[in-house]
């Protein structure tokens, strides 16, 4: 096959002094931060749907990207192709992982066995280019949202017939992604949620969306899948309401359901955004849980209300995510997956690169950072000190469960007053920040 990027060869690191647009200035996989290399750190990963079946249509018009190597059509021997070519792409930028739906990579046949004979043709020539890459699967995914059969949702629709063809299509989806040794499976919830509750049981559909996942955690061990299983939080669109709204839902609808032992999150920063969140915050909800798994990576635009899935390369939110991630303990199953677009008028398959890289580097800029500030130590420190209260005495107590509301009434009448607050020093900790930025 002739090469899709024929003039771009492997992007290498030159340094920040470089001024080549296709070379990284920041992320240098071999380099040590913390004790690891970046590429062990960050774990990047390439989307296949953006990426390579994204063409840029919006709804005042259809897609505008060249892509000289898609013929277009619906075919398996095109969808072969288009995935040589994604391994060209994902090979030259030098990241270690990709994800995919199922409908990304095959075309849907005209019933589900034709459908997952398709699936089956294209995921053999993945297995071979990631044999020959060394490319692997972050995680695979079912498309529960795509097919008009999912209007009123898949595993929370009011057809029981559609919840069994969504669970069909998840038990494929998981033993292709086991096959391709994928290190895990993602559940975004499509459309599973409401656009009226007119018409809506919920308790009934949350139910059943539970019922759907422990199926999924049963066959996962019955087919010896060891992958983590991921559930990713959006609070709207395409529904007005998605069950899995936010961080902090979807770890009460896991804890409700026994299903949070499972389970971890998969946090996108624009669907943390569009909860009204930031993605700190979203990460310290999930973090303080032992749920935090893995991150799609992208931002959204502080004027534009949806999910526009821009790359990041904002130095001050790839810090706070690298803070966090890194207080967390690390990613370790996860990965930074781009789940980002070019923009439709970036429109040509250079623009693939400049966007990954740019997001790269802007990764590795925050993981530097935060190590530095980690390093300095005097956020955390001040941290510390500001619940320095409860390390002894009554708060040490308190902290221990060793008291009653009667005794710290005691307490509290023979002392008579509080200690003195102390200021919480947003400004300074803002300029420490900076200090590093
Ligand atoms: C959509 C989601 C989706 C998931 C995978 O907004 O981000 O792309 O990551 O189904
Ligand atoms: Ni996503
Ligand atoms: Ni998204």
Redesign the pocket.
């Known amino acids: 096959m002739q090469p899709a990027f024929p003039t771009i060869s492997k992007i290498a690191y030159e340094g920040k002094e470089s001024r080549n647009p296709l070379a990284f200035k920041h992320y240098n996989p071999h380099e040590i931060v913390e004790g690891k290399t970046m590429r062990d750190h960050l774990r990047f990963a390439v989307?296949y749907?953006h990426t390579f079946r994204g063409m840029g249509s919006d709804p005042f018009g259809p897609g505008t990207a060249v892509r000289p190597w898609d013929d277009g059509s619906n075919s398996v021997a095109n969808a072969q192709k288009r995935a040589r070519v994604a391994f060209e792409f994902i090979e030259k930028l030098d990241a270690p992982f990709y994800c995919w739906?199922d409908r990304d990579v095959a075309p849907e046949g005209k019933n589900l066995r034709e459908t997952n004979k398709n699936f089956d043709a294209v995921a053999k020539v993945l297995k071979v280019e990631q044999k020959r890459t060394g490319i692997k699967l972050l995680w695979g995914?079912a498309?529960l949202f795509s097919n008009p059969r999912f209007v009123h949702g898949a595993g929370t629709s009011c057809n029981a017939d559609v919840f069994a063809y969504a669970a069909a299509q998840i038990k494929k989806a998981l033993e292709v992604t086991h096959d391709l040794g994928g290190a895990g499976y993602?559940f975004?919830g499509?459309r599973e949620g409401y656009m009226t509750l007119l018409n809506t049981d919920m308790k009934r559909e949350l139910d059943h969306l539970a019922k759907l996942l422990h199926m999924a955690v049963d066959y996962k061990k019955q087919i010896g899948f060891k992958g983590q299983f991921y559930i990713?939080p959006?609070p709207k669109?395409p529904t007005k309401h998605q069950y899995d709204s936010d961080a902090a839902a979807c770890l009460n609808f896991l804890r409700e359901y026994d299903l949070l032992p499972h389970f971890k999150l998969?946090l996108?920063t624009n669907?943390a955004t569009l909860a009204g969140h930031t993605m700190q915050h979203e990460l310290e909800v999930a973090g303080a849980a032992g749920a935090l798994g893995s991150i799609?990576a992208n931002t959204g635009d502080e004027l534009l209300g949806w999910?526009t899935?821009q790359f990041p390369t904002s130095i001050y939110l790839t810090t706070h995510t690298m803070l966090a991630i890194l207080k967390y303990g690390g990613l370790t199953t996860g990965g930074v997956n781009f789940?980002a677009k070019v923009r439709r008028e970036s429109f040509e398959p250079v623009d693939l690169f400049h966007a990954h890289i740019g997001g790269m580097d802007a990764f590795a800029r925050g993981l530097k950072i935060a190590a530095a500030i980690r390093k300095d130590g005097r956020l955390a420190q001040f941290v510390k000190q500001r619940y320095a209260s409860w390390d002894t005495g009554m708060g040490a107590k308190i902290e221990k469960g060793r008291t009653t509301l009667k005794e710290l009434e005691t307490h509290m009448l023979k002392q008579g007053e509080v200690a003195p607050n102390v200021s919480g020093r947003q400004e300074f900790l803002e300029n420490l920040i900076n200090e590093f930025i």
Do not use: A, C, F
């Open positions: 989307v749907w739906h995914t498309n993602t975004w499509g990713e959006k669109e998969n996108e669907h799609d999910d899935d789940d």
